[in-house]
């Protein structure tokens, strides 16, 4: 079907449709809920919860800028370690808000390209972020979904021994990787032109520990804004399906999704006020207060940028 003229035309149709669904849904529950009651579980939150988990937000942002780290040590390349971690904080600010296409990925070739980075090197930079978050993800999930897989509500047909499974299936493709990354002769493959190196293991070993400490600050904010009423290890697990919901639905940001995700699973043992109050904080928290931080940050590299334009 991709060898059809018409099939780009399908897919941005079936892709708007999706979303329009998704976003009438939305609106549907929206009206049934009581957001006077919100508001006050958002009042509510104690100053020192919200510092906390306002510095557990920022160490995730922190973390994450160490991923551009390790793909300047994959690449070779030699700009200054502050100013690779600044592109990469401000790349995931509007990644997490406008979605990968636009942060990602454009912002990140954008200034990459100013700094003077070749094309083809930004590629193999974006490609090894990209795989290194996913790495931790991968794992984590796969032993939360293995060891302590979470209490799904009762209406669920899913059980634990099926969830085990699938923790099982996600440990295998954390351990195949690792084992290419240590054993496998061939060390280099071409895809569409670009040549991709495999990491040596211990390469592998730091896309792991930053990955991993990266989704567990994310899921100590969430935790720590719901006060402790549900287990760490839930919360790392709703968190885990959450992201992969918002990454399959293409939603920006997984405005919605992410809710849904939590209310559908924790609001048999949380009220749902309370979850969108926690929800609401989170997002302020960890969205939208490192997004205008990233876009002044921004703003500074252009502004400084077009300075030197003339001299260079």
Known sequence: MRKHPWWPWVKRILGLAFLVVVGV???????????????Q???????????????????????YSLMDLVGRHYTGHRLPRLRVMQVSFISYAFN???????GGIGFRYRLYSKLGLRYGLITRIVTLSMLTNWLGYVLLAGLVFTIAPMQLPPTWRLDNAELQLVGVGLLAVAVVYFGLCA??????????????DLPSIRMAM???????????????VVWMLLQGQVEYTTVLQVLLVAAIAGVITHVPGGLGVIEAVFIALLSHRIPEHQLL????????????I??????????????????HAPAA
Do not use: C, M
């Open 96 to 102: 997490l808000n406008l979605g990968s296409l636009v």
């Open 206 to 220: 730091a896309q792991l520990a930053i990955s991993s400490a990266h989704w567990l600050a994310i899921a100590a």
């Open 277 to 288: 109050g926690a929800l609401l904080a989170y997002r302020a928290l960890f969205y939208l």
């Open 25 to 39: 849904l939305l609106f549907r529950y929206a009206r049934t809920v009581d957001w006077g009651q919100v508001k």
């Open 290 to 307: 490192p997004l205008i931080v990233g876009a002044l940050l921004y703003l500074k590299v252009e502004v400084r940028t077009r300075r």
């Open 41 to 63: 579980s958002v009042l509510e939150l104690p100053r020192e919860v919200l510092l906390i988990a306002f510095a557990f937000a920022i160490s995730a942002h922190v973390i």
């Open 183 to 196: 054993f496998s002769s061939r060390r280099s493959w071409t895809v569409r032109g670009h040549e991709i």
